[in-house]
C-alpha cells in the first residue's frame, strides 16, 4: 500500500496510522513539525477525542518503521511549514474514498474500517512486546479499552500456542512417566526398608532378652510419684 501511494504526504498518513496508531483524522492534522522531536526519538499528539478526560496530548515513540516516512516529509517541507498533514486539511475532504483507491491501486481489497483498523493492528503488535500499560499510552486509550475494541488474535500467537501446547504435552507425559517409575521405585523400596527393619528389630529384641535371663536380680525400693527419700 505504501508503494502505491502517490506521494510523500499520503505515505505519512498510513504510516502514522499503522505504525504510531493515530486516529484519523482527529490526530493527523493536529500535528505540528514543533511536536516532532528527532534528536529524542518521540513525537506529541494532541487529541481531542480525550482531551475532556484530561488527556489533551501524549508522547508516543517514533517508532523505526515510522521514521523514514517523517524524515521524506520533513525534507519536503516547504520553509516556516507548520503542519505535517498539509493536504486534505478541508473539513469535507473524503480520506476513506481516496484511500480505497489506493489500496485498490496495491492490488488488494479495501478493508472495513480502513484507519481504524490500521491503529487496531498496531495495538495488536505493540502489545506482543510491551507492557499492555505502556502500549495505551503510547496510543492514547486505556487498558479495558484496547482488550475490547483494538486487540485482536494474531495467526502467529495461534502458531506458539500450538507449539507451546505440543511442548507441554511433550514435558507432561514425560513428567508422568517418570513419577510413574519413581513411584513404583519407592513402593518397592518402602517393602525391602520394611523388611529390613522389622528383621532387625526382631534380631535386637532377642538379644536383649538374652541379656535379661542372664542378668542379675536388683533389690529396688518401692517408689511413688514423689521423690524417694530415707
Not at 81 to 87: A, D, N
Not at 111 to 120: A, C, E, H, I, V
Not at 126 to 154: C, K, M
Request: hydrophobic content about 35%; some cysteine; charged content about 20%.
Amino acid at each position: 500500500v505504501l508503494a502505491a501511494c502517490p506521494d510523500s504526504q499520503w505515505r505519512l498518513i498510513f504510516a502514522l496510522c499503522r505504525y504510531a496508531g493515530l486516529r484519523c483524522p482527529s490526530e493527523l492534522f493536529p500535528l505540528t513539525w514543533g511536536d516532532i522531536d528527532f534528536a529524542a526519538g518521540r513525537f506529541t499528539i494532541r487529541s481531542s477525542k480525550t482531551a475532556h478526560q484530561g488527556k489533551a496530548s501524549r508522547i508516543c515513540p517514533i517508532f523505526p518503521e515510522l521514521l523514514p516516512h517523517l524524515q521524506e516529509a520533513y525534507e519536503l517541507a516547504e520553509h516556516g511549514e507548520k503542519y505535517v498533514i498539509t493536504r486534505y486539511r478541508d473539513k469535507t475532504s473524503n480520506l476513506r474514498t481516496q484511500a480505497h483507491r489506493i489500496i485498490q491501486r496495491a492490488g488488494l481489497t479495501p478493508w472495513p474500517k480502513t484507519f481504524n483498523n490500521l491503529r487496531s493492528t498496531r495495538v495488536t503488535e505493540l502489545a506482543g512486546h510491551f507492557p499492555i500499560q505502556d502500549v495505551t499510552r503510547w496510543l492514547g486509550n486505556s487498558p479495558a479499552t484496547a482488550n475490547r475494541h483494538y486487540l485482536q488474535p494474531t495467526a502467529e500467537q495461534f502458531r506458539r500456542a500450538i507449539e507451546l501446547s505440543t511442548d507441554a504435552l511433550g514435558q507432561s507425559t514425560g513428567q508422568s512417566t517418570g513419577l510413574t517409575a519413581f513411584s513404583s521405585q519407592c513402593q518397592k523400596m518402602t517393602h525391602e526398608t520394611v523388611r529390613d527393619v522389622s528383621r532387625t528389630l526382631v534380631s535386637d529384641w532377642q538379644k536383649e532378652s538374652s541379656n535379661c535371663k542372664n542378668s542379675q536380680s536388683f533389690n529396688l525400693h518401692r517408689q511413688g510419684l514423689e521423690p524417694w527419700t530415707r
